[in-house]
């Protein structure tokens, strides 16, 4: 009967906790899932405003640039004035973002609410992640880096799939997707209002600003090997955002934005089937395995993309999802492995470092554009001649209607050159525009 009163307490410590991992998890989940949630809308956009590939890359960069500040500047700032004030802040920068994209005509707007999302994401990538690991149940051992790394994943993968659904079935699409992600982090931060704390405010929130990379002693030696895993894989995950709408629209040649969500999906949903995988391994050995089938997925991808095959694609972008879950797991439970509250957030810091650094270099490098062009031409099985100039970073004529744009242009052309008439041609009329410069051709039915 003496113990009562400690057991009591004790299961109360315990639920409290469950309540903390819950909300964090949660909280995470909701905040990259707001994050992918444009990405459905994007071609609707390049239909709609004339945004171009170019474009579409450069919101890609202007995310992932201000995370790599927030996590330089903010990533120990849990440490010093709680998990759960830093897990707020991160949830109103993302759900501002998601206001300011309810009126998006301009590529401007478009890269304002990917910056605000860019330093909410950076924020909560260290320090509610850490609050994750802070609250995380005993048992199973492995739980710890498989919610911390997969949560994200996760999160982008239903973000893509719902976003999509709600875009091609719901009423006012280019409002609706991000409503619900506000409505979506609400309720996040209200569990996290009512949750524990799981770290004791002290001072120095002020120097901790300062932009800094520390690790503890006995991870450096373990962070070459899990920088490697890191960097190839974030890289690929960047690759599919900037690839993806692309390849929905010149190989599937569909416009339906839950065909996009399901297959950026298809890159990230495998990985959290995969990250429990890994937990039957060592962290070395767990690396080893998932990066040596990562590597064989991509000798798939690059020989579907030469032999132009979508079916083969599709197959190894599953399976490479699922090695990426493995490793990524295996490296974060090695990093993780006897970490104090206080190593957990800069541990975090470094490693989000090192993914959106890997993540900001496929669609920052200025041969990124013509390549993912080949790429698409490639599957779609097309193929620029020898004496064809380079290819510009817009999608192919691959569609029926974009060969009909290209023939009725042609032949505006040749009209312009017998007497400067207007060509006509079946039910379609040329509406000259200026845009960015030059004169681009419109359809619209006649009327």
Known sequence: MEDSPAV??????????????????????????ASSAPIPLFNLYRAEEGFNNADISLTVVAYDLPTLAALLVMGRLSNYVGRRSTAIAS???LALGCLVLLNVHAVGTLLARRVLMGLGAGLA??????????????????????????????????????????VQYGPSPRHLTYLVAVGSLFVSAVLIVVSPETVTRTPGAWRSLRPSVRVPSRVRGLLPVAAAVFLSTWATGAFYQ?????????????????????????????????????????PAAGQRVGMTVFLARWIGITTAITAGSLTVFIAATVVAGAAQGIAVSAAIRGLLHG????????????IYLICYSAAAFPTSCPASSPALSRCRRSLSG????????????????????????????????????????????????VVPRRRAGRLALLHAPET
């Open 242 to 282: 900037a690839f993806v709408p692309g390849l929905v629209e010149d190989q599937l040649h569909s416009r339906s934005s839950l065909v996009l969500g399901l297959v950026f999906a298809a890159f990230m949903a495998p990985s959290v089937l995969g990250a429990p995988l890994g937990g039957r391994f060592t």
């Open 382 to 429: 097309t193929a620029d001649s020898p004496s064809s100039p380079p290819s510009s970073p817009s999608p192919p004529h691959a569609t029926p209607l974009a060969k009909g744009r290209a023939d009725n242009e042609r032949r505006t052309q040749a009209g312009r050159r017998e007497g400067g008439r207007q060509h006509r041609s079946g039910p379609l009329r």
């Open 8 to 33: 009591i307490d004790q299961v109360y410590r315990d639920s409290r906790l469950r309540l903390a991992f819950l909300s964090a998890v949660v909280s995470l989940a909701a905040a990259f899932a």
């Open 339 to 350: 970490s104090t509250v206080a190593d957990r957030a800069p541990i975090f810091s470094v």
């Open 125 to 166: 990538s260290s320090n509610v992640t850490a609050y994750v690991v802070d609250a995380v149940p005993s048992r199973p051992a492995w739980l710890a880096s498989v919610a911390s790394s997969q949560t994200v994943t996760l999160g982008l993968a239903v973000g893509a799939i719902a976003s999509g659904a709600l």
């Open 91 to 93: 949830l109103g920068l």
